[in-house]
C-alpha cells in the first residue's frame, strides 16, 4: 500500500507527516513527531496513556488512524506546557502527589484538560465520569481526582 | 536545632516536573536511527515437545532480519537468583526441546519494523508434540504427575529437602494437650502487577565496542549480570541505563527482555528494541504467585497458641524466578508475629506448568499474613472470644525467640494494635491498653 502524506496543526504549528495507512496517531507523534508524552501502555484502547486532544476532545490516539486529523487540530502535553513554566493543573498534580511512576500522567492531564475546559468547576462526579478511561496502577486515583478538583477551584 | 534535612519536611518530588511535562523519558521514549524490532515465537500450548521450528515462510517476510534459537544464545540456561548462590540453572532463554508454560520463547524474530517482526512471528511453524500438564501445586506433588523440571520431581530443593523447614518444639505433643485443635486452609490466587508501562529494552551498539541498554528493569544488576552470564561477556562491555520505571511492583525484577535484545544488537549491529504487548505483559510476564496454604493451630481455652503447624504450596509456575527466596522468607514469617513455643512449617516451593511466578509486594509474607489473620478470627470464634484478645494475648514480645531461632527485636505488634484501635474508635479493655512490646518478666514466656 502506498504512503501518503497528512496534514494537521500540532499545537500551533502545522505539520506534514508521511505515513502508510492505517498508522495510528500514536505512532506518528511518538516516532515521527517526538511527543513521546504520548504513552503507550496498552495500544488498544484499554489504559488512557496516550489520550490526546482533538478538537479540544480527548481521543485515544492507538486507536486512531492519523488520515481522521487531517485538516484538525491535536494537542498534547508537550503542546499544552506553557514556555515558563507549568500551568495551573499541572501545578495542582504536582502539589497534591497526584502520580508515582508518572506513565499515566500525560493521558490524565489531557483527559482533566478537555474536562476542566468544558467545566472549569466540576463536581466530584463529573470528574469521576470524565476520569474513568484513564488507568493508573500506583496512586489509587485519589490524589489525581484531587488535584483535578484543586485545579478547579484555583480558577475562581 | 534539629540536624534533620529531609525527615520531617515535605520536600518535591526530583521527577515531578518531568512527570507532568511528559518530558520523563521512559525505555520505549528513547529512539535510534535504524532501530529494530524484536518479536518472540510463543509456545501456545502448556507443555510440549518441540520437534521441529520452520522458519522458512518467516524468513521470507519483507523487513525479515534475522531469527535467534537457542544455539545463538552462548549461555541458554540461567536461574536469576543464581547471582546469589541459588541452583539449579533451570530456565531457557529460548527453548531447546521442551516448551513448560504457554507462552515460553522458543524463537526471537528481528526486523525492520515492529509489523514485519509480527509479521514473521506469526508464519513460524510449530511442531509440537503436547504432552499432559499439570497446573494445581499438590497434583503436581503426587506420584504420576508429569514433571516439569529437568531433576525429576516438582520442587525446588532446600539442601536436599523438598520443602524450606522450620522446627521449634513439640507440636504434636502440644496438639495432644490443647484444648481446642482449629484447622484452616487458605487459598490465593496468581494476581499480574500490571503495570501501565510494558516490559521493555533497546540494546545499542556503541562504537567502543560496549552496548548500551536502555530497560526499565527494578534491578538494573541483576539484569546487567544475568545478561553478562547469559551473552558470555564481561560486565565492562553492558552499560545498563535504568532508573525510570512506569510502574514496577515487583513485576520488574525478573531478567526477561535485556539478554535477548543485547543479544540481536550484537548479531545484527543495530539498535535493536524488544517490548512487552500488553497482551504479554498479561499472559507471559511473571505474577504474584497463587499459594494453598493449611494452618492446624493448638488453643488453650483461654486463647493461648500453644502450637501451630503450617503446611504452604507456591504455585512457581514453570521456572523458579524469584520464588524460591519467597518461601524462605514465608517460612520464617508463616508463624506470625505470635509467641508459639511449638511450631513446625514446610514451605514448598512447586513447578507446574503455569506462567512463571516471581517477585510482586512482600512475596511470601502478604499471603502468610492473610491466612495467618484469618485463622487467628477462626480462632477468636469458635473459642467465643474477642478477636483482638486473641491477638493481644499471643502478641510478640521484645526478647521472644521466633520459631526459626531468630531473637524478636523493635516488636510494635501490641502498640500498633493499640493505635489501629484508637482510629477505628474502638474501645480496648484496659489490660491491653496497659501492654507493651518489652520484655515479658522473667518466667513468664
Redesign the interface.
Same mark, same amino acid.
Given at each position: 500500500m502506498s504512503s501518503s502524506i497528512v496534514t494537521f496543526t500540532l499545537g500551533d504549528r502545522e505539520v506534514d507527516v508521511m505515513v502508510t495507512p492505517m498508522t495510528t496517531l500514536q505512532t506518528v507523534l511518538r516516532y515521527q513527531l517526538g511527543q513521546t508524552a504520548v504513552k503507550e501502555g496498552c495500544r488498544q484502547g484499554g489504559c488512557g496513556s496516550c489520550t490526546v486532544l482533538v478538537e479540544g476532545e480527548p481521543m485515544l490516539s492507538c486507536l486512531l488512524p492519523v488520515e481522521e486529523v487531517a485538516g484538525r487540530h491535536v494537542r498534547t502535553v508537550e503542546t499544552d506546557t506553557p514556555t515558563d513554566g507549568v500551568s495551573p493543573l499541572q501545578q495542582a498534580f504536582l502539589d497534591g502527589g497526584a502520580f508515582q511512576c508518572g506513565y499515566c500522567t500525560p493521558g490524565m492531564l489531557m483527559t482533566a484538560t478537555a474536562l476542566l475546559e468544558r467545566d472549569p468547576h466540576p463536581t466530584h462526579e463529573a470528574i469521576l465520569e470524565a476520569m474513568a478511561g484513564n488507568v493508573c496502577r500506583c496512586t489509587g486515583y485519589t490524589p489525581i481526582v484531587a488535584a483535578v478538583e484543586a485545579a478547579g477551584e484555583r480558577r475562581g | 536545632m534539629s540536624p534533620l534535612h529531609v525527615v520531617g519536611r515535605s520536600l /518535591?518530588?526530583s521527577?515531578?516536573?518531568? *512527570?507532568? !511535562? %511528559?518530558? $520523563?523519558?521512559?525505555t !520505549?521514549?528513547h529512539?535510534f536511527p535504524g532501530m529494530l524490532h524484536l518479536k518472540v515465537v510463543r509456545s501456545p500450548v502448556h507443555h510440549a515437545r518441540i520437534r521441529g521450528v520452520d522458519l522458512c515462510e518467516a524468513e521470507r517476510v519483507p523487513g525479515f532480519v534475522r531469527a535467534l534459537t537457542h544455539a545463538d544464545v552462548p549461555h541458554n540456561v540461567y536461574t536469576i537468583l543464581g547471582l546469589i548462590g541459588v541452583e539449579p540453572e533451570e530456565e531457557f532463554v529460548l527453548a531447546v526441546d521442551r516448551v513448560r508454560y504457554k507462552g515460553e520463547p522458543i524463537v526471537a524474530i528481528v526486523a525492520e519494523s515492529e509489523r514485519a517482526a509480527l509479521e514473521a512471528v506469526a508464519r513460524v511453524k510449530l511442531d509440537l508434540e503436547e504432552l499432559p500438564a499439570v497446573f494445581d501445586v499438590e497434583e503436581a506433588l503426587r506420584p504420576g504427575a508429569p514433571i516439569v523440571t529437568h531433576w525429576g520431581n516438582n520442587t525446588f530443593m532446600y539442601e536436599g529437602h523438598p520443602c524450606r523447614r522450620v522446627r521449634f518444639g513439640d507440636v504434636e505433643a502440644a496438639f495432644a494437650r490443647a484444648d481446642h485443635i482449629v484447622e484452616g486452609r487458605y487459598d490465593t490466587k496468581p494476581i499480574e *502487577?500490571? /503495570? $501501565?508501562? $510494558?516490559t521493555a529494552a533497546i540494546a545499542v551498539p556503541e562504537a567502543n565496542g560496549r552496548f548500551t541498554v536502555y530497560t526499565n528493569t527494578q534491578a538494573l544488576y541483576f539484569s546487567l549480570d544475568n545478561t553478562s552470564i547469559i551473552l558470555q561477556v564481561p560486565g565492562n562491555q553492558l552499560h545498563f541505563i535504568g532508573g525510570t520505571?512506569? %510502574? %514496577?511492583?515487583g513485576g520488574k525484577v525478573d531478567v526477561i527482555v535485556e539478554p535477548l535484545a543485547t543479544l540481536a544488537a550484537m548479531k545484527t549491529g543495530r539498535p535493536v528494541k524488544y517490548a512487552f504487548?500488553?497482551q504479554e505483559e498479561m499472559q507471559v510476564s511473571s505474577t504474584r504467585s497463587a499459594w494453598r496454604i493449611y494452618i492446624k493451630d493448638g488453643v488453650m481455652a483461654d486463647g493461648r497458641l500453644i502450637a501451630r503447624r503450617v503446611t504452604s504450596y507456591a504455585d512457581s509456575g514453570a521456572y523458579s524466578r524469584q520464588t524460591p527466596y519467597a518461601l524462605t522468607k514465608h517460612a520464617a514469617n508463616a508463624a506470625g508475629p505470635y509467641a508459639i513455643p511449638n511450631v513446625a512449617i514446610d514451605a514448598y516451593c512447586v513447578f507446574t506448568n503455569r506462567q512463571p511466578t516471581s517477585a510482586m509486594r512482600g512475596f511470601g509474607i502478604t499471603m502468610a499474613s492473610f491466612a495467618i489473620e484469618v485463622q487467628m478470627d477462626k480462632i477468636a470464634e469458635r473459642l467465643g472470644l474477642d478477636p483482638w484478645a486473641v491477638r493481644f494475648i499471643n502478641a510478640y514480645h521484645d526478647g521472644d525467640m521466633k520459631p526459626h531461632r531468630k531473637l524478636v527485636e523493635d516488636a510494635t505488634l501490641i502498640e500498633t494494635m493499640q493505635a489501629a484501635a484508637r482510629l477505628v474508635g474502638h474501645e480496648l479493655p484496659a489490660e491491653y491498653l496497659a501492654m507493651t512490646s518489652t520484655p515479658r518478666p522473667e518466667g513468664e514466656a
Open positions: - | /518535591p518530588r521527577d515531578g516536573i518531568g *512527570h507532568v !511535562t %511528559g518530558r $520523563t523519558q521512559y !520505549t521514549d529512539v *502487577h500490571a /503495570p $501501565t508501562e $510494558t520505571v512506569g %510502574g %514496577g511492583f504487548s500488553r
